[in-house]
Structure formats: structure tokens, C-alpha cells
């Protein structure tokens, strides 16, 4: 098992700087408002030699009711329950406050190994809150700047103690249990060699803010991981959530709720978006969220239509269904809403769930599951151009200026999503809507409802190895070529 450190502390003393560090990439967003970070995110740390798990927490407040620091604080506190040793991270510059002596008595009282830091200790403006530091009873503090790498080697050292102490108690710990289990290689479906612990599917959840993206992970994972509440735009940036779904390995992104650009105005805000349009680049399903009472506004449209640009599988689900009090006729509506606004996706999966509830997690999985599949399908050579000579009988394509347009041959070209190329005789000339019969074509012959398809056309004028061959022959001898006067031999 890896050793898991929690980084806690006040809000603004540089958690999410010193993350970002220990994980050698700019995870968590970083800002000079204080509260940026709200939710729990994990990260797989290095420092030397040492190969750790990091969490960087919500700043530690002084509220304990359900307010929106409230329910911050008490995720923070699960994060000191999940870690194996906790970093308490105080800002020497700032000095020593009540607050960090409440949460020091905290920390003392959970019985975890606590490492006390102090951060921004760079330079003699940190001296005297270094030295205050020592007041709070946890012994004597490593002096640290997340921000320029300084006290990294020492952070190390304590470290490196508390990991092979861990590795220890645990080896102590285990039991005989025989964990081996007969697999038969054959018998696995494709699905299952595609996705494994190492390579998990990976799941963006976007929408509007509200929409309820955050209780629907944590019904899905099965424990309060990302904070929730009434407010709009409580998830700041993309948070990641590995776990193993019904036996299927995933990783599932909270992403901020996104709003029309022009109502976008804090740099935080936009920070938050941006992260979330990455989360939706790396994802390989996107599950673009609704909320039933005010489906497929404008900005949803805008957000399935991004993820279908981005070559994503996609994946349409429709929350707070159980507030709705006549289900048959609005499932009828917004199946209907579906096929006008997105017709780029139709026949894509529409899920009608609960997030607080769990009603419809286990079409919501199926349907990820299905999607997932299709979008990594391939299609024979062969049996792509019989069903191309098909579709040509069926519908001749044009023939401009008299002559006609001739679709030679077709293969596919790649994976996630498909994309398939046809060489043709002037595939400039050959019409947008001639296309889209062949993608839709290709999507209802082969059972590929919703996923993008990517067709290409190509000419085989492109691969003749003759082709402008007359270009090449000098000059001086091209008057004879064109007049047939060359000799032969």
C-alpha cells in the first residue's frame, strides 16, 4: 500500500503550491485569494528516491457548522483520517495565530505522525515565525518555500522515517489470505484487456454549475470525497477520483460548472474553466450533465458540442429526476429536445438519474461502459468497402461538371474515435452532405450511436508514384515529349 501524506493547514500559507511541487506538475490551482482549494485531490508525489501519495486539502477554518467552511474543515478532517502521517504546513511570515494553535490541538489529538512546516521561510522576513512555530508543541519545524524549492532535502528526510516505519507496521500486519484467482485470458472480453488498473477509464463529468456533478461522483464512489451544498460553483478546479466501479478500474474528473464566457469575469473563475476544458481533452468518456427542470440551455449545448469536437465518447445525463412528477411525458420531451439541438450526437446515450438518490447509476455505468466500447471499435478492411459499394448502389455520389465522382476504396484509419478514410477521384467536389450519409450510414450499420466519427477523403492522385512526373523531365527535352518526337532507347 502507498504511503499517503495530508498537507493541512490555514488557508493561504502555500498548500497547493507545495502539492503542485512534491507531484512535479501544476495539479491545483494557485492563486493569492485565499480558499482556492475546496476539494480533496490526490496526487502520486516524488521527492529523491521516496514514491508517495499527497493530498492537498481545503484551508483549515474555525467553523463547525454546515456552512460552506464548515463542510470544508470536515473534509479536511476525513483527509487526516485516510493519510498515514499529515504535513501541518503554518506561513512563517505571518507568524503563529490562534488558528494554528486550534488545529495543532487537533492534529495532536488524532493520534497521526504530524510533520510541522513552515512555509515562505525563505529570507530573514521568515525568522521570527519559525522560531514562533516551535510554541505549538509539535516539535521542531522544518523551514520550507514550496515556492522555490528550499528545505525539500530535509522534508525528505523526515519522510523517508515515517515511510519505512509505515512499510514496517504493515508487513507485521498482513495475514495469509491467498488472493490468487484462476483468469482465463480467452474467455475476457476486449473491454476488460482495455481497461486495467494501470490504464483506468477515464471520466470527465461536466455541466453547468448546480447541476450536480459532485454529489453525483460521490454517490457513485460511495463516500463524501468532493465538498457539496446548495451554492453554485463550489468545485473550483478538476478534481480526479480513482476508484473501481463494479469491478471496472476508473478514474472519474469533478470539473467546475461552466458558464457562458461572458459571464466569466474573477481570474479565478476562469482558471477554474480552463482546468475543467483540460479535464474534458485527457477524459475518454464525458458525461455532460443536466439538471431536468432546465435541460439543454444554451451553455449545456455548448458543452456536449466541445466534448463531441474533442473526439470524446459522450454520455447525456439528466439529474434531479426523482423532483420530476410526470417522468413518461418529460423523458418524451427531452428525447425529442436531444435529437433537434444535438443532432452531431444522435443515438448517443440519454441516462435519466438521481445523484442524491442513486437511482439510474447502473444504466448511468452501462452506458459509460457502452460508449467506452464503441469508441474504441475497429472495423474491418473488407468488410468496410463491401458496405461502401453498398452505400454507393443505394446513393451514386454527384457528378459534377459531368463527371462522376468515384469512391474507390476505404479503411479505417484509427481508434478513439474512428476515423476512416476513403480514396476517391475529387474529394474537393464531393459534397458536405455526400459525407454525412456515409458517417451516418456508418454509424447505423455498425452500431456506433452518438460516438464522433471522423471520415476523411482522400485522392489517389495523392499516392501515384507517376504523378507529375512531367514536371521532372528537363526542359529542353519537354517540347519533344509533348510532341512525341523523342527516340526510343
Not at 472480453?189 to 470527465?204: D, F, K, N, V
Not at 480552463?274 to 468518456?285: H, Q, S, T
Request: glycine share 8%; charged share 30%; hydrophobic share 40%.
Amino acid at each position: 500500500m502507498s504511503f499517503t501524506l495530508a498537507i493541512v493547514g490555514r488557508p493561504n500559507v502555500g498548500k497547493s503550491t507545495l502539492f503542485n511541487r512534491l507531484v512535479g506538475k501544476k495539479l491545483a490551482l494557485v492563486d493569492d485569494q485565499p480558499g482556492v482549494t475546496r476539494d480533496l485531490r490526490e496526487g502520486a508525489a516524488r521527492l529523491g528516491d521516496l514514491r508517495f501519495t499527497v493530498i492537498d486539502t481545503a484551508g483549515l477554518e474555525d467553523a463547525t457548522d454546515d456552512s460552506l467552511q464548515g463542510r470544508m474543515r470536515r473534509l479536511s478532517e476525513r483527509a487526516v483520517q485516510m493519510a498515514d502521517a499529515v504535513l501541518f504546513l503554518v506561513d512563517a511570515r505571518a507568524g503563529v495565530t490562534p488558528n494554528d494553535t486550534l488545529f495543532a490541538d487537533i492534529l495532536r489529538r488524532s493520534g497521526k505522525p504530524v510533520i510541522l512546516a513552515a512555509n515562505k521561510a525563505e529570507g530573514r522576513a521568515g525568522e521570527a515565525g519559525m522560531y514562533e512555530a516551535y510554541n505549538l508543541g509539535l516539535g521542531e519545524p522544518i523551514g520550507l518555500s514550496a515556492e522555490h524549492g528550499e528545505g525539500m532535502a530535509e522534508l525528505a528526510v523526515v519522510l523517508q522515517s515515517l515511510i519505512e516505519h509505515t512499510e514496517e507496521r504493515d508487513e507485521d500486519a498482513e495475514t495469509d489470505v491467498d488472493v490468487n484467482v484462476d483468469v482465463d485470458d480467452d474467455d475476457a472480453s476486449s473491454q476488460e484487456r482495455l481497461i486495467t488498473p494501470s490504464r483506468p477509464l477515464q471520466i470527465a463529468i461536466v455541466g453547468r454549475p448546480n447541476a450536480g456533478k459532485s454529489t453525483l461522483i460521490n454517490q457513485i464512489v460511495g463516500e463524501e470525497r468532493l465538498l457539496t451544498g446548495p451554492e453554485a460553483g463550489i468545485t473550483r478546479d478538476a478534481i480526479s477520483v480513482p476508484f473501481t466501479w463494479d469491478g471496472t478500474p476508473m478514474r472519474i474528473f469533478d470539473t467546475a460548472g461552466m458558464r457562458k464566457k461572458a459571464r466569466i469575469q474573477e481570474k479565478l473563475e476562469k482558471l477554474s474553466v480552463a482546468d475543467g476544458l483540460r479535464a474534458v481533452k485527457f477524459a475518454e468518456v464525458v458525461v455532460v450533465l443536466l439538471d431536468a427542470a432546465i435541460p439543454f440551455e444554451t451553455q449545456d449545448l455548448r458543452i456536449a458540442d466541445l466534448a463531441e469536437r474533442e473526439g470524446r465518447a459522450v454520455v447525456i445525463a439528466v439529474n434531479k429526476w426523482d423532483l420530476e412528477a410526470e417522468k413518461q411525458d418529460k423523458l418524451k420531451a427531452l428525447k425529442e429536445a436531444f435529437e433537434l439541438h444535438l443532432p452531431q450526437l444522435r443515438g448517443a446515450p440519454l441516462v435519466t438519474v438521481s445523484a442524491k438518490t442513486g437511482k439510474g447509476l447502473d444504466r448511468l455505468q452501462a452506458a459509460i461502459l457502452k460508449a467506452h466500447e464503441v469508441w474504441n471499435r475497429r472495423i474491418s478492411t473488407a468488410r468496410l468497402n463491401r458496405w461502401l459499394a453498398a452505400m454507393i448502389e443505394a446513393h451514386p455520389p454527384p457528378a459534377p461538371s459531368g463527371r462522376r465522382i468515384r469512391l474507390r476504396y476505404m479503411t479505417q484509419a484509427k481508434t478513439r474515435p474512428p476515423g476512416f478514410v476513403v480514396m476517391c477521384s475529387m474529394p474537393e467536389k464531393l459534397p458536405e452532405s455526400y459525407s454525412r450519409y456515409l458517417v451516418n450510414g456508418l454509424r447505423e450499420d455498425f452500431d456506433m450511436p452518438g460516438t464522433p466519427v471522423r471520415l476523411w477523403m482522400r485522392s489517389q492522385a495523392d499516392q501515384n508514384p507517376f504523378k507529375d512526373r512531367r514536371k521532372s523531365i528537363p526542359s529542353r527535352l519537354a517540347k519533344h515529349v509533348r510532341k512525341g518526337e523523342t527516340k526510343k532507347g
